[in-house]
């Protein structure tokens, strides 16, 4: 209608770039405005899809007649298009992800897969990655086979691409939650080790590698696991590693205070804008609470 090739227009004619007004449309999600989001996302990917349309129809981005000069600067738009639908796909996934609209989610990350080709080594680790992102979809919301289905997947795409140097941090970490959903933690704890063997900065797999480690009563090798990637790497502490030691401190003792101001006092020596005091857990109750 002539209010949808209004948007077009302004968004053709504009000087902004697209990934500014992709970032625009998903801020009202981290404000809690998860709706105004989905309606600037779609808003976004029915241009797209139009463009696209256009495009494929012998016509100029905005539908007036084609005026280039070659078919390869079509291709060229079309595959730009085609990519910018495909970032706007992510964002209505991930805003679906934060509003817990598991099954949505997936049925829009099902589809990025199910399009997702090509044998080249950036169409098969995104595969990979898209079958990785499902399958932790599916065990967040419970479907522990679902999300076995698509770990084969990954491990099947990646035996047939002859790819396993490269995604094979991949295949363990999905190996590895699979463990902790059926309860085998000793199992998934032997993953997460060997995925810190090979990269001592993975916060994902040190933190999961510390729970394993509580669930199996192993409380003091828990915090070594996690003061040991503090201490080594103060420079690339992370908010989730530093929030899981503080809590184990509180479980190894109720006097953790000086534990926790000290690694107070290295997050504000090399990480002062990405750690949140929150973190720490110092806030003292309020009498009669």
Same mark, same amino acid.
């Given at each position: /209608?002539?209010?949808?090739?209004?948007?077009?227009?302004?968004?053709? /004619?504009?000087?902004?770039?697209?990934?500014?007004?992709?970032?625009?449309?998903?801020?009202?999600?981290?404000?809690?405005?998860?709706?105004?989001?989905?309606?600037?996302?779609?808003?976004?990917?029915?241009?797209?899809?139009?463009?696209?349309?256009?495009?494929?129809?012998?016509?100029?981005?905005?539908?007036?007649?084609?005026?280039?000069? +070659?078919?390869?600067?079509?291709?060229?738009?079309?595959?730009?298009?085609?990519?910018?639908?495909?970032?706007?796909?992510?964002?209505?996934? #991930?805003?679906?992800?934060?509003?817990?609209?598991?099954?949505?989610?997936?049925?829009?990350?099902?589809?990025?897969? #199910?399009?997702?080709?090509?044998?080249?080594?950036?169409?098969?680790? #995104?595969?990979?990655?898209?079958?990785?992102?499902?399958?932790?979809?599916?065990?967040?919301?419970?479907?522990?086979?679902?999300?076995?289905?698509?770990?084969?997947? &990954?491990?099947?795409?990646?035996?047939?691409?002859?790819?396993? *140097?490269?995604?094979?941090?991949?295949?363990?970490?999905?190996?590895?939650?699979? =463990?902790? !959903?059926?309860?085998?933690?000793?199992?998934?704890?032997?993953?997460?080790? +060997?995925?810190?063997?090979?990269?001592?900065?993975?916060?994902?797999?040190?933190?999961?590698?510390?729970?394993?480690?509580?669930?199996?009563?192993?409380?003091?090798?828990?915090?070594?696991?996690? *003061? *040991?990637?503090?201490?080594?790497?103060?420079?690339?502490?992370?908010?989730? &590693?530093?929030?899981?030691?503080?809590?184990?401190?509180?479980?190894?003792? !109720?006097?953790?205070?000086?534990?926790?101001?000290?690694?107070?006092?290295?997050?504000?020596?090399? =990480?002062?804008?990405?750690?949140?005091?929150?973190?720490?857990?110092?806030?003292?109750?309020?009498?009669? +609470?």
């Amino acid at each position: /209608g002539r209010a949808g090739r209004g948007v077009l227009l302004f968004i053709l /004619g504009c000087l902004v770039p697209f990934a500014l007004r992709l970032l625009v449309a998903e801020l009202p999600m981290h404000l809690g405005k998860h709706q105004e989001t989905l309606d600037q996302l779609y808003r976004l990917l029915h241009v797209c899809q139009k463009v696209v349309d256009n495009l494929n129809g012998d016509l100029a981005e905005d539908g007036c007649d084609w005026t280039a000069t +070659s078919d390869d600067e079509r291709e060229d738009l079309i595959a730009l298009w085609n990519e910018r639908k495909t970032q706007v796909s992510f964002s209505l996934g #991930n805003c679906f992800v934060t509003m817990k609209e598991y099954r949505l989610a997936l049925s829009i990350f099902e589809g990025l897969a #199910n399009e997702s080709g090509g044998s080249e080594a950036r169409g098969v680790v #995104n595969k990979v990655s898209l079958y990785s992102g499902l399958g932790r979809l599916h065990l967040q919301s419970g479907n522990i086979e679902g999300a076995k289905l698509a770990f084969e997947k &990954v491990e099947e795409t990646v035996a047939n691409e002859k790819m396993e *140097e490269a995604t094979g941090a991949t295949v363990k970490m999905n190996r590895a939650f699979v =463990c902790v !959903s059926l309860g085998q933690y000793d199992k998934a704890a032997n993953y997460f080790r +060997s995925l810190t063997k090979m990269d001592p900065t993975n916060a994902t797999a040190v933190n999961n590698l510390a729970v394993c480690l509580l669930y199996q009563g192993r409380l003091k090798d828990a915090l070594t696991v996690l *003061e *040991e990637m503090i201490w080594k790497n103060p420079d690339n502490v992370q908010e989730s &590693v530093l929030f899981n030691l503080c809590t184990a401190y509180e479980l190894e003792s !109720s006097k953790t205070t000086q534990k926790k101001k000290t690694m107070l006092e290295l997050a504000a020596k090399y =990480c002062t804008d990405t750690v949140s005091g929150d973190c720490f857990k110092l806030g003292h109750r309020k009498s009669g +609470s």
